[in-house]
């Protein structure tokens, strides 16, 4: 049961992978249908062979639903603390490249103004 529910807590960090990824990168919502494709697809195929794997061969429907347990209460906790430091940490880092941009862009202004007094 334990395994279950560390399997389902798996797929739900996999899962924030790919909402920290969009709460970084815009995608359209044809391109965030086909990631949740993917995510379901392969965490199909994850927790088949974990099944398969601790319960010698069988699937039992009850390690299904336990990874699923795991997976909720992953989000109704830990996963809600994740997003919001991730969220504190997006905004740190858009606020660094902002200032590396407006720097970068100061000084390519100089150099420009410089090159035209120049000739």
């Given at each position: ?23 970084i ?15 379901w ?76 007094r120049?000739?």
């Amino acid at each position: 049961m334990i395994q279950a529910l560390a399997a389902g807590a798996f797929m739900g960090v996999y899962y924030d992978a790919f909402r920290f990824l969009r709460r970084i990168v815009h995608f359209s919502s044809i391109s965030v249908a086909l990631q949740d494709l993917f995510f379901w697809l392969s965490s199909a195929v994850y927790l088949f062979f974990v099944c398969v794997r601790l319960n010698n061969g069988y699937i039992r429907i009850y390690f299904v639903l336990f990874a699923f347990m795991g997976w909720g209460v992953y989000f109704a906790t830990f996963g809600r603390v994740m997003f919001v430091v991730f969220d504190f940490m997006i905004k740190i880092l858009k606020r660094f490249f902002r200032m590396i941009k407006k720097h970068i862009t100061r000084q390519a202004i100089k150099i420009y103004i410089n090159s035209r007094r120049e000739c």
